[in-house]
């Protein structure tokens, strides 16, 4: 286990974030704190990586790793390898390179992504 240590304490809100990022249907918060980097994604009804994140990064599927909470809103995950499942409120998922993933139901998805952000909807 690794714990992260520091001199002073800390507290950011993603109302006041470091970076934003808008795609099709979504966008991506980023906050720093700890010397990491935090993101809050918002995926509307009709994002799907595949069409809304694809053609900014031009890579098979996402090679973002990602450790992230489910906030709300649900999002259906189909890995490169076949396996494919739902993600939803109260949700912790860990999700390798390759994947992709799309909202269902009529509901924003909002995660929490404590790994994968870093390059994450970044123009290649």
């Not at 304490?9 to 918060?29: D, Q």
């Not at 952000?117 to 123009?123: F, L, P, S």
């Given at each position: 286990?690794?714990?992260?240590?520091?001199?002073?304490?800390?507290?950011?809100?993603?109302?006041?974030?470091?970076?934003?990022?808008?795609?099709?249907?979504?966008?991506?918060?980023?906050?720093?704190?700890?010397?990491?980097?935090?993101?809050?994604?918002?995926?509307?009804?009709?994002?799907?990586?595949?069409?809304?994140?694809?053609?900014?990064?031009?890579?098979?599927s996402?090679?973002?790793?990602?450790?992230?909470?489910?906030?709300?809103?649900?999002?259906?995950?189909?890995?490169?390898?076949?396996?494919?499942?739902?993600c939803?409120?109260?949700?912790?998922?860990l999700?390798?390179?390759?994947?992709?993933?799309?909202?269902?139901?009529?509901?924003?998805?909002?995660?929490?992504?404590f790994?994968?952000?870093?390059?994450?909807?970044?123009?290649?």
């Open positions: 286990m690794r714990v992260i240590s520091g001199d002073k304490a800390e507290v950011k809100n993603f109302a006041a974030p470091y970076e934003v990022r808008e795609f099709p249907n979504g966008k991506v918060e980023l906050i720093m704190i700890g010397g990491a980097l935090v993101g809050k994604a918002t995926f509307l009804p009709g994002w799907r990586w595949s069409t809304s994140v694809q053609p900014l990064v031009h890579t098979k996402c090679e973002a790793p990602h450790f992230q909470y489910h906030v709300s809103g649900w999002l259906h995950v189909v890995m490169d390898d076949g396996s494919q499942f739902d939803g409120p109260g949700d912790v998922s999700l390798p390179m390759g994947h992709d993933a799309w909202v269902v139901g009529d509901e924003p998805a909002v995660v929490v992504d790994q994968g952000m870093i390059d994450y909807a970044k123009a290649g």
